[in-house]
């Protein structure tokens, strides 16, 4: 016997015939003498709907403000949406013989910080749901939602129930977390743009953290993390096609052929901001990036020039495309202090990036990188590398050829 | 400065505009200086929703079966509609520059029963909310909903918000409970059948609670109780025109003019079943309603006639039409143990009311009201009396003529 977790989102549940399904894929699981936790997602089109209510309700009658709601209150509107799918899936397994009860956040409780709207779980206690498991009871539990201090209803913020999963197992010291969606796992990249891509049977929780935070959308980063942190054994699998096999995420010795590169990834979410003839001092970085943290700004890439003269450089760095606005305002209001000579911005620009345990053991990997995007005539704006990936900063219009090159050069294609 | 909760109803929520509408009177309350607590319902249709998607989850695939969906998780699913709209509430409130927290059943807490689906409220602990009102919040209690033991959700029933709001007077020590509704107050009886029925400025709360049970809509029965069982001054007035004035419930003793009767309440939820020629023997009683008591069959009149020859007699009561089916089978199955030679039915029954707490101090009241109802014509089938009301049966098709004569045989038309 085992102790399992699912996790269905909201196209799996989206509506009372879909989660009717599920419960049968619910009810397989138990019937192979398992003890079963769910993790369900709001209906699709749910959530939506409830915040557009929260922002008519936050704008002030004859407004034409759109001020933001009070992040407390749209926590507890929102949660609504998991509270409903809950009941309704605990409700079905019961019309089919299975016994089963709903799990609020504020029932397990899923402790989350204090952070509204974007909470983060702190810690989940498994001993009530445990309980309820050994009675054969089937725990189907509300994802996206814990209870902040002070017993205040709060949500992870979007894409939240797959971290809600991975807690609730490694809360549960569950033995595999199931995350069914609407792909049948992880891929070696983005078989959109690649159609020789690989469906990986395995991939290491390392891989696939970097994977997450580099662009792939099939996991929230926050949920790897916290599967990593507790080696949860996490598989991703089809909803609609469980028995196609899906992807496990699990720990690197268990991963036997390690090729220097396991996959691809990519983002276009990405815009440059290079600062011109910059003095070359001690304390120039800290007087551009301290007023970017200031202003909630997230730089990730950065490349200096090494000084011609000694005296004045190039500074260039990244952010995401949603933040360029902020980051730009922020520097210009210090641009007196940073003393730069000239601005220049770049929103069309994408990250590519190669992930892979085996680097660690291969030299030479990134090299076969570079020379692959130079024989296509790509050129390298950024490079950023730590011990697993080395990330590449392009022009946007170049994303597909860079990815479906290096998928070839790394020899991922499907045989 | 006094302590003032706040009710509003399905229909004064309905869309976010009304929300925005509900959010100005609070609004208007607390800045005569007040602290307030106010208690919502589900936004008109939500409910409605929501529990037709339990009636289909609960249905097994294939099945043409309607099982009933499990109670507890009913609750859960349907109790999301008042978390909606209190956190909407929260929300508009503070764009207009009010703070306010939501309040779920189980954060206040509201202790109910375990009866899952028509929960009973069994205590309210008005500490943490008290606090909050102290520091200058207003509450927005999700109405309707209640936390039974273990710590789940659990609902009161259909228009049980009235009741929650009251018991939230009750327990935060309010000063007053104002239930705005889509009617401005108690009337005389009802004003779609005497167009001269009279708004009431007054009624004590044991002439409310008999108008309550004995088919007045105006407010739940339980909320009545709670009112007078803790003495909440209580008002009933218009969400759309508040100002028009309503209806207070209050002590007997701070009404001054007692007429001997202050309202006629009438009721066609009624069924009639008479046990002809049944053995006059002790024990007989037992042997008819031991069986339906066993079937869940509320009882409401009974007469029964004295025997002629001392060996048979007949015996009537009354059901309402909705148990009608459950109490025949109740009878048929037990009739050999009764003993009876005949039964008959009867649907097309109504029950009329009259109420007044005068009635005490006035002798004669009864007997103007079958004198009155006689000189119509209306033939009186059942009677049943405590000291404020005189119920009768009579056929459906009379009710309107007996409300309207005896409206006016005591003097109750607007002049």
Known sequence: MAKIAMKFGGTSVADIERIRHVATLVKKERDRGNEVAVVVSAMAGETNKLVAWTNDAATPPGSNKHPLPDQREYDVVVAAGEQ????LLA?????????????????VPILTSATHGSARIEGVDGEMMNESLAKGEVAVVAGFQGVAP???ISTL?????????????????????????????????????????????KISFEEML????????????RSVEIAMLHRVPTRVLSTFDPD?????????????????????????DEA?????????????????????????VNVDMIVQNVSEDGKRTDLTFTVTRGELARALAAIEKASEH????????DANVAKVSIIGIGMRAHPGVAQTMFRTLSEKGINIQVISTSEIKVSVLIAEEYVELAVRALHSAYELDVA
Chains 1, 2 share one sequence.
């Open 91 to 107: 409700i079905a397994l019961g019309a089919i013989g299975v016994p089963a009860r709903s799990w609020m956040g504020w029932q």
């Open 338 to 345: 940073i003393g730069y000579r000239e601005l220049t911005q």
């Open 157 to 201: 913020g979007r894409g939240g129930s797959d971290t809600s999963a991975v807690a609730i197992a490694a809360g549960l010291k569950a033995d595999r977390c199931d995350i069914y969606t609407d792909v049948d796992g992880v891929y070696t990249t983005d078989p959109r743009i690649v159609p020789k891509a690989r469906r990986l049977e």
């Open 84 to 87: 409903i799918t809950s009941g």
């Open 210 to 221: 970097e994977m997450a935070s580099l662009g792939s959308k099939v996991l929230q980063t």
């Open 150 to 152: 002070h017993d205040r």
């Open 244 to 268: 196609r096999g899906g992807t496990l995420l699990c720990d690197e010795d268990e991963i036997v052929e390690k090729k220097p590169v396991t996959g691809i990834a990519y983002s276009r």
């Open 272 to 296: 440059k901001i290079t600062l011109m003839k910059i003095p070359d001092r001690p304390g120039i970085a800290a007087a551009i990036f301290g007023p970017l943290a200031d202003a909630g």
